[in-house]
């Protein structure tokens, strides 16, 4: 196996690989619980219960303004609804207080308060139960869009999968209209793709799926179709997804010389976009998207730059990051990034100069640089728990796990075959166990990061963790695949850029133009979607 090495680092010794840069002033992230914006007009979900005071019939009362008694330094988590609040002090003088006149209703009374705060006026509803004496405040600026617990999948990779549904009529099955991977949308009800006519389509989940009928499936058909005027090199789903709330449905793109595109996944329309300009206050396009896990900052890669839009103000204002100055740093363009979901205040940049850049929150300081691919860095992702990072280049024929809780260590590889510029997605599932990534034959290979990693030999680097299951699922490269987030399906998409050859001179006639030389009935091309089911 060829050292990881990079390019500065030629002529040092093995035992010099997998450097770490650490910064002595780095400080520890702060530990802040990012506020999901309840007014916003792009995506958010608008707050109805301020809208309600008209119609209550009962007394209003205003109170003044007191402040919290935890002086506003609590930054956990918010109490859950139908949760009490803690009883503290002595109960003589919560009696003693007065209260104003409310109405009871089957047990319950219900109080609206309005306090006033600067202009604004905060609706708060209370709930007070008579029989208890116990209160519960529901504040109308901390509510946040609907979580759901979704079931975790059960993985039966004893056995090859079956392909239940597809398309490949919608691509072209014989033109050069390849796609550009896939990813399913975060409540499971669609998967979307991109492919080189700088589409990107929608398809919906089929209704038989969810009843458990997965044969006599008819091939997917999209229901939307987002067209970008230029190549598109970078697309993701609002993390908050759901199609219970259409005002969630939303994705962004990037395409060359244009700005970030925020599209509505119900009718396709453009809702806003974001724009970046250069230091000639011209537009410049973004290399790689990606959202922070609540979702209200919009994270994008640039040549030697980091740029962070707030999802609630669409524009031309922004955060600018520099990952390269004075000679330190992070250089080349920043292709792709990814936050991490445990703690939200870490990301990870990966570059087209084979290196991996960990940054921190709030101003981005540069925590550790990570360098070891033999190619430009094309994808990186967290495990779940936040302990691991994953990395993957394009003409690299491995994926790196880096350990997080020791800077520079590399647990294992996991081998592909990629050896082209094109970018191979590879995906994680949910609980982090599973790890699957296709390859440059069409072939799809599945690992369990939980086993334990054996060396490939006795000059290895790092240990090599063997796939629990590979199998031929197209007939040319798997550029993308996408995990279910809760069911056992799996999505894939295949193609590639090719080239003509040249006719044998004895299929051809010497009057022939150059353009007529040139042939493709040779070559294999399948440009398609599929879905498998991963179940028993």
């Not at 003088?93 to 109405?103: H, I, N, R």
């Not at 100069?353 to 430009?376: A, R």
């Amino acid at each position: 196996m060829d050292p990881k090495v990079s390019n500065e680092e030629k002529g040092q010794p093995k035992d010099s690989v997998d450097k770490v840069e650490l910064d002595p002033e780095v400080e520890n992230p702060a530990d802040d619980s990012c506020v999901l914006v309840a007014d916003d007009s792009c995506i958010l979900v608008e707050d109805s219960s301020q809208s309600q005071d008209s119609s209550v019939d009962e007394t209003v009362h205003v109170l003044p303004e007191t402040p919290d008694s935890d002086g506003g330094q609590d930054q956990g988590r918010p109490p859950q609804e139908g949760v009490g609040e803690e009883e503290t002090g002595d109960k003589s003088l919560e009696q003693e207080t007065s209260q104003p006149d409310v109405t009871t209703v089957e047990g319950k009374e219900e109080l609206l308060q309005v306090q006033q705060a600067g202009d604004t006026l905060q609706v708060q509803e209370t709930l007070q139960l008579s029989e208890e004496g116990l209160q519960v405040q529901q504040s109308s600026e901390n509510q946040e869009p609907m979580e759901y617990d979704y079931p975790t999948p059960v993985f039966d990779f004893s056995k090859a999968p079956v392909q239940v549904t597809g398309a490949t009529t919608e691509f072209g099955e014989f033109s050069s209209n390849f796609l550009k991977g896939c990813k399913w949308s975060p409540d499971g009800s669609c998967v979307l793709t991109n492919s080189d006519d700088n589409t990107l389509r929608l398809f919906n989940l089929p209704v038989q799926l969810y009843q458990g009928q997965a044969e006599g499936l008819e091939e997917l058909t999209s229901v939307l179709q987002m067209r970008e005027g230029e190549t598109i090199y970078d697309y993701c789903w609002y993390p908050r997804m759901t199609s219970l709330q259409p005002e969630t449905c939303c994705l962004v793109s990037t395409c060359k010389d244009n700005p970030i595109h925020l599209w509505d996944a119900f009718t396709g329309q453009l809702r806003c976009t974001y724009k970046a300009y250069d230091h000639v206050d011209e537009v410049v396009a973004a290399h790689s998207l990606t959202f922070n896990p609540e979702g209200n900052k919009l994270y994008c890669g640039f040549n030697k730059t980091v740029r962070i839009f707030e999802t609630n103000r669409p524009g031309r204002e922004c955060e600018t990051r520099k990952t390269y100055a004075n000679k330190t740093g992070q250089g080349g363009i920043i292709s792709c990034i990814d936050v991490s979901p445990e703690n939200p205040d870490i990301y990870a940049c990966g570059s087209y100069s084979k290196s991996v850049g960990v940054y921190t929150e709030p101003k981005g300081k540069l925590l550790f640089h990570l360098q070891g691919q033999q190619g430009g860095v094309t994808q990186v992702m967290f495990s779940p728990d936040g302990n691991r990072l994953y990395s993957g280049g394009r003409k690299d024929p491995e994926i790196l796990c880096w350990d997080m809780r020791n800077p520079g260590a590399v647990l294992f590889s996991l081998k592909r075959e990629v050896v082209t510029n094109q970018r191979m997605y590879f995906h994680i599932s949910s609980t982090g166990q599973y790890l699957v990534s296709g390859g440059q034959g069409g072939v799809i290979s599945v690992w369990d990061t939980t086993l334990t990693p054996e060396p490939e030999n006795s000059t290895s680097a790092e240990p090599v963790l063997q796939p629990v299951l590979t199998w031929r699922g197209h007939n040319d490269a798997v550029n993308g695949v996408s995990i279910h987030p809760f069911a056992t399906l799996l999505a894939t998409a295949s193609g590639q850029r090719k080239f003509r050859l040249p006719m044998d001179s004895s299929e051809s006639d010497t009057d022939e133009s150059d353009e007529e030389l040139m042939s493709d009935r040779h070559l294999t091309r399948d440009n398609s979607l599929r879905v498998w089911s991963l179940s028993a």
